[in-house]
């Protein structure tokens, strides 16, 4: 398998003012591709190198699971935020969130105490746990990641210090609040339920 860095779904600098294209540059161009580069230099010329990622996310172990989850997760998180994004979500994903959380203010209230309660780094998944058929928040250390405990991800916030530390300094809560109410991309977690209930009726 031939890994590349995915381009991103939107410019460089079109998060603003919520996240800035400088945080973006680091973020995308530095630690993503870092860690890109880093996981072709451990794969080449073994047997891992023909996995496609999410199997080397689920079956790996130490530093080869470390650099292809946050390749994995850091591609996620790009399709997790829109320009215009945000606010409260409708369709399925606001049905299904306000029916498991029992209203999307409680959802938000557990959503951001949840990032700012994660000790370090790590990410924060919304994620569909078919076996109980609802959504939850998972929140997760380092690189971490929802295909490894059997969840699927609908949407995934990076709280590693690299995302946010050039536009909010230490104050995550803030990061996460803009995350929630200006860059969150519904329409993405909306098509991954789909997905799950797509292949629930199959």
């Known amino acids: 398998m031939k890994f590349e860095l995915p381009k991103l779904p939107y410019e460089i600098a079109a998060l603003e003012p919520h996240l800035s294209a400088n945080t973006l540059e680091f973020h995308y161009h530095r630690h993503h591709r870092g860690y890109l580069e880093k996981l072709r230099g451990l794969i080449e010329g073994t047997p891992q190198a023909k996995l496609e990622l999410p ?5 790996s172990t ?3 699971f470390n650099n292809a989850a946050q390749v994995w997760n850091h591609t996620f998180y790009w399709n997790s935020m829109t320009p215009d994004g945000g606010g409260d979500p409708s369709g399925p ?6 029916s498991s959380f029992g209203s999307l203010a409680t959802f938000r209230k557990e959503f951001i105490a949840s990032a700012v309660g994660l000790f370090g780094s790590g990410y924060v998944w919304l994620t569909f746990d078919s076996a109980r058929e609802r959504v939850a928040i998972e929140p997760m250390k380092d690189a971490e990641s929802p295909l490894r405990v059997g969840r699927v991800p609908l949407l995934g916030m990076d ?3 690299h995302a946010y530390y050039l536009d909010y300094q230490n104050a995550r809560q803030r990061y996460v609040e803009a995350f929630l109410s200006h860059l969150a991309n519904w329409r993405f977690a909306d098509a991954n339920l789909e997905t799950c209930h797509s292949h629930g009726a199959s």
């Not at 994903?93 to 306000?98: H, K, R, T």
């Open 62 to 64: 130490g530093e080869i």
């Open 159 to 161: 709280v590693w210090e």
């Open 93 to 98: 994903i606001g049905q299904a969130i306000a």
């Open 55 to 59: 199997d080397l996310v689920t079956r």
